[in-house]
Structure formats: structure tokens, C-alpha cells
């Protein structure tokens, strides 16, 4: 009987309070001002676009919030003016704007259009705009109080203009079916001009029940929702019908709209009101009392966001699950652990305080005045057969399954998790190691060392023990405690958490995210793979193919199908849960158990969104210090001097601080975590690149977003320079190598050519006839029985060759030892021919002799042919003179003899074919070779010439540069 009253009684109160559930929730309204990054706490006009941003028309600017940070639109942007008075999202997500100084704009892709860069908008700036809306084509119309206008956005060209508006008070209007209803107002009356489909025009003669404030018509079901100072009205097209009044003392309404069901009511002196429309003048419930509101829209999240006059923002939270915290009845917000058994939930909180809930109804099992916060309870576990062992800082307690204290005098040590093994036995981890419990008593098998400060346990299916430590993992085989391995493969880190239901084993790790093994295998997930957080406070496994993961950032729900991850969707305070920090995570009966710092919240399974419903954004691009507006364009493209890159993107979660996974493809290798808002690149190389960001923890394949650019080359980049440089190095290097060879062959035939000419020159300077005459000489001495001159013959001849081979050992020697040889072939010459001939050797005392350097050998071959062609032809007595003279910076050597010179047809011509000559000639060319000065040679008449005897002059001029040279 009492349980029957008590389940009516329950059910009475779940009606009531599903009946007045549909007020809004005030336990928890944010306030956003000034303060928090508001340009301004005078708010106009409040919306939420298609991809969740929050927009609010201020007196400062256009504002945008993403639950982290306010983005606000000035001059500076594009706007044409700063004060925005009404707002209006369209079907294609831009952003209509209506300025106080009468100039509409809208907001496409991050990118401000205004009569500057849209033709329409400037013909249609008059102050003043009291309205913008959207028609079933996607149209925009505009109404003031002297018209309603309607343009095309496809081809921003004018649909409609009201004929009568620029004659007429525009009251308000409404476009059904096809039919634009204006009413008009003249002095003599009002009217509604009805223009059809078809532009027919006609006009009704009505009555309007008061002052319309021109601020708000809202179409409703074929009728329009209209507003004066106190009341609201429905018109049908032909009659209005007052569903609402307020005391005229108390409220001056600005502003109705209608959804949900219901009209919402902004007032200038008492906030809001919300109004059912089943029942307008039955019911209706205020909030915000004192503010002068202005607007209000519905977020994605079911939140409701109201804008005022001075006040800023209100954000009031609707929660979408049951939430027990210590507005039920809990003394400490906190829940730091859950046991779920069937429709029974057990729950510690921070403390030492232990609940339990079942059927709506909450109860104190035990409670405590610790309030330390090194004191906690660290598990609760079912154990079969005996009950509830709550593990605490402070010992291990037991409960009876019928919630109450069982007698049981376990022991005092701090337990930091419980687990029932296979076999029945209890397995405690104690901060000393862990102890095993028989089922008749206590039977301590063994203990990890304490160094390894054990955490969690678990056991497999084939019964093996595995253990978290404060420094990785370990598992044990036939409970030898001696013999416990190192998991090979873990990081050697805080191990948060051990599961083994359906899969293998779990491992949650306090900075390295999730590990798993299946058939042997483990598999790692971080964030990297689309988990929220790194750090991991506990694991559910639902089944063998969906396990759920609770951090300090949210829930992952990860999906496993065949051993490979299918899917990991996000749930967090985007998506209804109450607080993004999640102890730990329990599912029974289609029931998703949170243990949070703000609670416990029960929320129905199918009732929980399936992964956020934010995206990131990408909404700012600023390359070399400059901001681009405008990056809606497919690919951006950048000069060669435009290599600094600044990519700004956002999100929306209202509720906590996003992470972000960024990458840039074509430089980064991998994702890259950050908490901040935008990626910075410095001296990029020329190339094409792809940035992409998303929101950590969210599926790639939906949720990334992405900007492609190129970065052009410089000229001395370019594939075309290089293929050009290349050729160029290829051609010069194939040119330098055939002028290399060349210059090889000719130091070749050089050195070949030098080395012909010495041996000539030795030849020519102890030529065969002269030493055969010689010898000729001295034997005709001999049988002449002149012994002395025989003997200074022969004397003077072997000096000569001497001579002669010690100057062929090097190619230069000194004018004193050229003159020294000179004058001992000239005395054996003269012993030959018996005086035939005078000779003179003269030096310019300015020469130093012994300094003055000159190529061997080089005089004796024009000596020899002025004596043998030019003074033994003579008949009489010839002189042959060299002279060695000083000028400046060269030496002039002379062979000058009185001879027959150079006769018609047999001197000149026998002097140049002479052998000796010749072979001087291809010396000298020789010598000349590499020299900035040249030896010079010449070939004249005598200077003593006379008819009979002209004679011959030979000239060699040679440059003093060999002095350095040598």
C-alpha cells in the first residue's frame, strides 16, 4: 500500500514537473559584458547562424562569439557604420545587417558587403530600415516606414517595390503565399493593399486596434504576429485578434517573436516574457526582471541567449538529463565514483560521503565530517555473495545489498581499487602492493614493490592479472607476485585504468591517451587520432565493438569494428553534459551515468547528440602583417615575397576552452596540437600548400576545414631557371673542360716544341761542319809541325763545347757567359780563316752583366751567318762587331758585319731559308709564349754599308721582364 502511495506520488511530481519543465531553466544564467570582451553592453539585436556562432548588433560594432572569444566588425572591417540595430541570418548563412545611419550589409565567409562592393545596396540606403526578412525563394525584403522593398540575392537585382509605400505610412507587412499584405496609413485612414502573385493590386479599407510599434511582424501559420506598446495581435489578412495584454504601467514592449511554441515577449522596463501560445492568457513566466531586453534567439545547444539595453548578454543553460548535485540533495557537488547496479546507483563524492539513487529518490548510506581533500573514495565494486566494498582513502568499508552496514571488520589501509577475480577471491590494491582475499579470509598471495606504487587492477577471461602502477603496467601469471613482467609496448606512465570485459585489455593512461590489445596486438589512440584529451581518467567497454572514454575534456565514444577504429565521436558541454570534466562513465539500460565535479547526470542514451555539432572555422588569414578579408576563394595566391603566413580559426563551445589538431600539408608531418587560435608560419618555400584544422577529438572526414595556397617562386626558383642554369653549368663545364684539353695539348706541343728548339739550338751552336772544319783545321796545324797553335786550337775548341753543353742543362743564362761564348767560338774562327776578319764585342757600361738574363745559345747561329755569309765571300779584309746596348727596360743586341749583305736573289733570301735562322725564329716564338713583353727580331742593311759591300745588321730586342722571370 505505502508503495503504491509512493509510486503515485513520484508519477504526480514527474507530471508537474514535465509541465513545468518548459519554462526555462534559471539555475544557471551567464551574464557577458564589457568585461568579458563585449565591445559594448548596449545589445540590439541578438541571432545564431547555421554553423552555431552567436551574433549581436551593438552600439560598438557587429559582434561574433564562439564561446571563447569575441570577434567584433568595425569601419576598419568594411562596416559601414558601428551601431547595428537589427540582424538576420538567411537560408545561405550570411549575416543582414540594418546600421543606425539606414545602410544594409551582409557578412559572407568572413567578408564584409556594403554599398562599396554590391551594387543593389547602394540604391536602397534610407535611414532608418525596421525590418529584414526572407521570403520561400530566398529573397531578402526590406521595410521602412515608406516602403517594402524585395531583392533578388541571386542576382541582386530589385523584385518588388510597394507602389503605395513612398506615398503611405508602412505599417507593417507579411508575404503569404505568394502575396505580399502591406498595410498603409493615411490621415483620412487605413488600408491593406493585398499584391498578388501576379502583381494584381487591391486595397481594404481596415480598422488597426492601436499604435503598431513598427518593430516586429512575424509570419505565424498564415498569420502575422503584431506589436504595439502593450499588446499583441494576430492578423489573418482581413481582422486582428488580441491574444496578450500587459498592464500599460508596467511593461512597454519592444520586440515579440515567435517559436517553440510560444511568444516571446522583449520589454524595455521588465525583461522578458515567455507565452504559450496554447494558452496566451492563462500562463505566462517572466525573467530577467529590471533588464530592458531587446532580443532573444536558441542556440543548437537548446540555450537560450537574450541581448539588452546597458546590460550586455544573458546565456541561461537548458540542461537535456537529470542532474543530481547539491541542489538534490548531495552535500558536495562533486561525484568522484559510480557503481551502477541495474536501476541502484552508488556514488562517493570528494569527500568521504557515500549516496545512493534509485527511482528519483536520494539517500544517505554513510556520511562524514572529513573535509580533507587527501580523503576520498577511490571505488565502489559489487562483489557476489557479500554486497558493496567501497575502497577510500582510508580503509575498505562494506554494505550488504540492502544498503546497509554488514559488520564486516576489513582492514585500515588506504585502497585505491577493488576487483573480484574469477575464481571468487577479492583482489585489493593497497598502497603498499595488492592483497587477496579467500572467500573464507584473508590470504595475502604476495605485493608488487612499493617502488611500482600500484593503482588499478584487472583480470582477463583466461585469467591473467594485470596491474597499473605509477610506472606502467604489469601482469602476472598463477598469481606469482615474484614473477610479475613489464607490459612491453606502455609507456611507463600513471596507468589511470584497467578493463578487460569483451576486449582483451584496456589501458587509460594519465598522459599518453588509450591503449588496447586485441588477439595480442596493442593499438594506441591520442589525440592525434581524434580523442579529446591525452590525459584519461577511466574506460567503459559497452561491448566488444564500442567502448567509451571519460577525461578532463569530455567523453569519447570510440567504435571498433573488425580490430580496426571505425569511428570516435566527442560529446561535451556542446552536446548537454553538464561539465566537460568526467571521472567516470558507467551505461546500464540504455543510461549513460556521469560522475562530474558539478554532479551526477543521468541522460538517456538516444537522447545524447551523436558527437558535437561544431566545426572549426576558418576566419582569418594575415600574410606579412596584413589582414585578408576576404578568403572564400578556392585557392589563395601568394607572391614570392608573401612567405609569412598567420591562419586564425575558431570553433564554438560555449562551455569550455577548445583543442585544436592542425597541419600543414606540404610542410608539417603530422598533426599538431594547440589550445590556441591560429597557426603562425614564417618563410615558407614556394609551393602549393593545404592548412587543415579541426576541434581535437573530432571525425576528420566531417569536421575539418581547410585553406589552400601557393606561394610563387621567385625567378631563381623557378624549375625554368634551374633547367637553364643547368645547362648553362653543363655547357660551360664541357666548354671549360675542351679549352682545359686544349690548353693541355698546346703546354704539350709547347713543351715538345721547346724541347726541339734546345736541341736545335745545341745543334745549331755546335754544328757538325763546324766541328769537321775544326777538326780539318788542327790536323792541317798538326802537319804543318806548329804544335803551340795546335794546342790552342784544340784548347780553345774543347772549352767551347764545354761551354756549350753546360748552357744547353737550362733555357737562360747571362749576357756574361753569352758574351764568354761568343768570343771563344769567334777566336777558334778566326784561327780557321786566318785572319780573315776583324771581330769587336762591345758592352754599354749602363748593362750589368752579370744580372742580365737572355735565352742560351741565341747569338752564335747570327754570328756564324755573318761569317760564313757575309765575310768569307768578301775580298778583302771584313769586321764583324756585337754590341750589347742598355735601353731602359730592354737589352739590344747587334750582329752587324761589313759583308757582302743581302745581293739580289741570293743574300736576303739565303739568309732567311738559313737553318740556323729559322730554327731561332720558331725559339723565339716560343719563348715568347705567356710573356707580356716580346723578344723582337730584325734583319736590316749595315749601318756601314757601302755599294759594294752592304752588309748586314741583326737586331734582338729582349724585354728585362726575363730578369724577374728567372
Known amino acids: 500500500m505505502f508503495k503504491f502511495l509512493n509510486v503515485f506520488i513520484i508519477l504526480f511530481f514527474a507530471q508537474l514537473v514535465s509541465t513545468v519543465y518548459a519554462q526555462l531553466d534559471t539555475t544557471s544564467i551567464t551574464r557577458y559584458s564589457i568585461e568579458n570582451g563585449l565591445p559594448s553592453n548596449t545589445v540590439y539585436d541578438i541571432v545564431e547562424d547555421k554553423d552555431g556562432f552567436i551574433w549581436m548588433g551593438t552600439d560598438a560594432g557587429l559582434c561574433r562569439y564562439d564561446g571563447q572569444y569575441f570577434k567584433t566588425y568595425t569601419s576598419e572591417d568594411g562596416a559601414p557604420d558601428i551601431e547595428i540595430l537589427d540582424l538576420f541570418v538567411d537560408s545561405k548563412n550570411r549575416i543582414w545587417c540594418n546600421s543606425f545611419n539606414g545602410k544594409i550589409f551582409f ?151 515567435f517559436f517553440d511554441d510560444y511568444f516571446w515577449v522583449l520589454t524595455l522596463n521588465n525583461g522578458l516574457y515567455q507565452i504559450p501560445t496554447s494558452n496566451p492568457f492563462a500562463n505566462q513566466y517572466s525573467y530577467l526582471e529590471d533588464v530592458a531586453t531587446t532580443s532573444i534567439c536558441k542556440d543548437q545547444g537548446n540555450n537560450y541567449w537574450i541581448s539588452s539595453l546597458g546590460d550586455g548578454v544573458y546565456k541561461i543553460e537548458q540542461s537535456i538529463s537529470k542532474i543530481i548535485n547539491s541542489g538534490n540533495g548531495l552535500v558536495y557537488d562533486a561525484v568522484k565514483t559510480l557503481c551502477v547496479d541495474e536501476d541502484i546507483v552508488l556514488m562517493g563524492d570528494k569527500y568521504l560521503n557515500l549516496y545512493s539513487y534509485e527511482d528519483g529518490i536520494l539517500e544517505t548510506i554513510k556520511s562524514s565530517d572529513v573535509k580533507m581533500s587527501s580523503q576520498h573514495i577511490n571505488c565502489i565494486e559489487k562483489i557476489e555473495g557479500k554486497g558493496y566494498y567501497i575502497g577510500t582513502d582510508i580503509g575498505t568499508e562494506s554494505i550488504n545489498f540492502d544498503l546497509q552496514d554488514d559488520g564486516q571488520d576489513l582492514q585500515k589501509l588506504m585502497t585505491k581499487d577493488i576487483k573480484q577475480l574469477n575464481d571468487g577471491s577479492i583482489a585489493f590494491v593497497r598502497l603498499e602492493g595488492v592483497d587477496i582475499i579467500g572467500i573464507n579470509g584473508v590470504n595475502d598471495i604476495g605485493r608488487i614493490n612499493t617502488s611500482k606504487r600500484p593503482l588499478t587492477i584487472e583480470e582477463t577471461d583466461e585469467g591473467r592479472i594485470w596491474v597499473g602502477t605509477f610506472e606502467g603496467v604489469y601482469y602476472y601469471d598463477d598469481k606469482k607476485w615474484d614473477q610479475g613482467n613489464l607490459l612491453k609496448g606502455i609507456p611507463q606512465d600513471r596507468i589511470m585504468d584497467l578493463k578487460g570485459k569483451n576486449l582483451d585489455l584496456c589501458i587509460c593512461t594519465a598522459n599518453d591517451g588509450l591503449y588496447f590489445m586485441q588477439e595480442g596486438d596493442i593499438k594506441h589512440l591520442s589525440i592525434t587520432d581524434g580523442l579529446i584529451s591525452n590525459h584519461c581518467n577511466s574506460v567503459f567497454i559497452e561491448n566488444e565493438n564500442k567502448l567509451w572514454y571519460a577525461s578532463n575534456s569530455g567523453l569519447n565514444n570510440i567504435i571498433i569494428d573488425e580490430g580496426k577504429i571505425k569511428s570516435i565521436d566527442l560529446f561535451d558541454s ?134 589552400d595556397f601557393n606561394v610563387k617562386a621567385k625567378f631563381w626558383e623557378t624549375w625554368l631557371f634551374k633547367f637553364v642554369l643547368l645547362a648553362i653549368s653543363l655547357l660551360g663545364s664541357l666548354l671549360f673542360f675542351r679549352y682545359r684539353t686544349n690548353v693541355q695539348k698546346k703546354e704539350l706541343e709547347l713543351s715538345r716544341l721547346k724541347t726541339e728548339a734546345e736541341i736545335k739550338a745545341l745543334r745549331a751552336q755546335i754544328n757538325p761542319h763546324f766541328l769537321f772544319n775544326a777538326m780539318n783545321s788542327i790536323q792541317d796545324i798538326i802537319f804543318e809541325k806548329d804544335v803551340v797553335k795546335a794546342n790552342k786550337y784544340i784548347s780553345e775548341l774543347s772549352k767551347l763545347m764545354r761551354m756549350t753543353l753546360e748552357q744547353s742543362k737550362t733555357p737562360w743564362i747571362t749576357l756574361a757567359d753569352e758574351i764568354k761564348t761568343l768570343e771563344l767560338y769567334l777566336s777558334i774562327e778566326s784561327l780557321r780563316f786566318d785572319s780573315k776578319f776583324d771581330m769587336e764585342v762591345e758592352v754599354d757600361p749602363n748593362i750589368d752583366v752579370d744580372n742580365t738574363m737572355m735565352p742560351s745559345c741565341i747569338l752564335q747561329p747570327l754570328v756564324e751567318n755573318s761569317i760564313w755569309h757575309g765575310l768569307l765571300d768578301k775580298k778583302t779584309k771584313g769586321k764583324l762587331k756585337v754590341s750589347f746596348l742598355n735601353e731602359g727596360n730592354r737589352t739590344l743586341c747587334v750582329v752587324d758585319d761589313d759583308g757582302v749583305g743581302f745581293k739580289k736573289n741570293i743574300g736576303k733570301e739565303k739568309l732567311h731559308n738559313s737553318t740556323g735562322l729559322k730554327n731561332l725564329r720558331e725559339r723565339i716564338d716560343l719563348i715568347n709564349e705567356g710573356m707580356r713583353s716580346k723578344i723582337n727580331i730584325s734583319i736590316e742593311e749595315s749601318i756601314v754599308s757601302t755599294t759594294e759591300y752592304p752588309g748586314a745588321r741583326v737586331e734582338i730586342s729582349i724585354p728585362n721582364e726575363l730578369n724577374n722571370r728567372i
Not at 607 to 625: C, F, H
Not at 648 to 667: Q, R, V
Open 107 to 257: 557578412i559572407e565567409d568572413n567578408k564584409v558587403f556594403d554599398q562599396n562592393n554590391t551594387s543593389f545596396l547602394k540604391n536602397w540606403s534610407y535611414p532608418f530600415w525596421s525590418q529584414i526578412m526572407e521570403d520561400d525563394s530566398g529573397n531578402i525584403i526590406l521595410k521602412n516606414s515608406k516602403g517594402v522593398v524585395e531583392i533578388s540575392t541571386e542576382s541582386f537585382q530589385l523584385i518588388f517595390e510597394d507602389p503605395a509605400g513612398t506615398k503611405d505610412y508602412v505599417v507593417f507587412f507579411n508575404k503569404i503565399n505568394g502575396e505580399y499584405q502591406i498595410v498603409h496609413k493615411k490621415e483620412i485612414g487605413d488600408y491593406l493593399s493585398i499584391i498578388d502573385s501576379s502583381g494584381q493590386t487591391k486595397f481594404d479599407t481596415i480598422v488597426l486596434p492601436g499604435i503598431f510599434k513598427n518593430v516586429a511582424t512575424i509570419g505565424l501559420e498564415n498569420q502575422t504576429l503584431c506589436v504595439s506598446s502593450t499588446d499583441l495581435y494576430l492578423f489573418d489578412g482581413s481582422s486582428f485578434d488580441r491574444v496578450h495584454s500587459f498592464n500599460s504601467g508596467e511593461n512597454r514592449i519592444l520586440r515579440a517573436l
Open 574 to 707: 556542446r552536446s548537454g553534459l553538464i561539465s566537460n570534466q568526467i571521472y567516470q562513465v558507467e551505461i546500464t539500460n540504455g543510461k549513460i551515468y556521469l560522475a562530474t565535479p558539478k554532479g551526477l547526470q543521468i541522460i538517456e542514451q538516444k537522447e545524447l547528440e551523436k558527437g558535437t555539432k561544431s566545426s572549426s572555422y576558418i576566419d582569418a588569414v594575415i600574410v606579412n602583417n596584413e589582414n585578408i578579408y576576404d578568403i572564400s576563394e578556392t585557392k589563395l595566391n601568394l607572391s614570392s615575397d608573401q612567405k609569412n603566413i598567420e591562419i586564425g580559426f575558431s570553433t564554438i563551445n560555449f562551455n569550455s576552452t577548445p583543442s585544436y589538431l592542425f597541419k600543414l600539408e606540404g610542410f608539417d608531418d603530422h598533426w599538431i596540437p594547440t589550445n590556441d587560435r591560429s597557426a603562425k608560419y614564417y618563410n615558407l618555400p614556394y609551393g602549393d600548400y593545404t592548412f587543415k584544422v579541426k576541434i581535437s577529438g573530432d571525425d576528420e572526414s566531417q569536421r575539418v576545414s581547410q585553406l
